[in-house]
């Protein structure tokens, strides 16, 4: 039995009738740039996290580029990211912006937020919490460091479509919310996607202008903008993804219910729980120190995993710029070379789940 760290064959196999009539939808109208499947998916997702406005951009990485930019931010503004954020610091990094990093919890992944106010300077403009893994950051303390220092906070949200916390979704407890749809993420598109959310209008406008150019209308363009649109035919498939994006979370829940009971006595250290919060499971990541090893071990009994991610910001060839060395972030670097995500997807079955942990119960007996 080979298990695949994601099936996106059996995901379509599952919903092709609803799919297909979405690709059949788009074809016959003949509009696949910024149309009609756009508008309605920008709504919809708005309306289900809470918030008022959805633009839809082409990855989740231009969300954070574009909404750094829509914010004014400029070179020399710095901006507070996780050391372990690799796909965000690239986006900050491509906004012009300079990068200050801050160590995460051992325990959730997430920024440890007892680290943030020290790397606050007269220079800091932007806090962007990433909500890793399907799970949200503690956003109270991070939004009272804010207002006290008087900072924009920008979610990246990228893992996390439909995670909670104190009732609230994740991306709509700061001023703007960065979501990516790429194939793997709870709500995927069947290509690169993404969006940025805010309920702040001039923030939207912002936006809107900055994904085409910077256009107002065709050819006026009034601010220097990119080429970054939602495709018409991800958008509709999106929106079929989206009715069922809580039915799917919840098995995610469920999945990853089942690895903790069957892996209860085993040395691994397992996702933590808030109980204000609701994890949705993007990724089912443990932590040991024979990750290698155990990664090996499964491999070769049929089960996929990743590694995610494995290269702390500060020690990638990229960003030693930033002058941060080997120790800074020590945390980030015991999760880089310790955690390991097992498979976690909605279509895996109760059998597969069994058989995994009864690998990684063999391999911790020999």
Known sequence: MNIRFVNLIKQYRDNKKELDAAFLSVFKKGNFILGEQVELFEREFASYLGTEFGIGVASGTD????????????????VIIPANSYP?????????????????????????TDKIEQA?????????????????????????????????IIEDAAQAHGALYDGKKAGTMGEIGCFSFYPTKNLGAFGDAGMIVTKN????????ELRVYGEKRRYESVRLGVNSRLDELQA???RKKLKKLDRYNKKRINIAGNYCRFLKNV????????????????????????REALAHFLGRNGVATEVRYPVPVHLVKSFEYLGYKKGDFPRAEAAALESLALPCYPELTKKEI???CSLVKTFFSM
């Open 88 to 112: 965000t610091a690239f986006a900050v990094a491509a906004a012009g912006a300079t990068i200050k990093l801050v160590d995460i919890d051992e325990k959730t992944y997430n920024i440890n």
């Open 267 to 290: 040395p691994l250290l397992r996702p933590e729980f808030f109980d204000n919060g609701r994890h949705v499971y993007h990724l089912f990541v443990v932590k040991t120190k024979k």
């Open 236 to 238: 509709a498939f999106l």
């Open 354 to 356: 069994e058989r995994i």
């Open 201 to 208: 209008k001039k923030i939207a406008e912002i936006a809107r």
């Open 120 to 152: 606050i300077t007269g220079k800091t403009r932007v806090i962007i919490p990433v909500h890793l893994y399907g799970l949200s950051c503690d956003m109270g303390p991070i939004v009272k460091l804010a207002k006290k220092y008087r900072l924009t």
């Open 63 to 78: 969300a954070l580029i574009l909404s750094l930019k829509a914010l004014g931010i400029n070179k020399g503004d710095e």
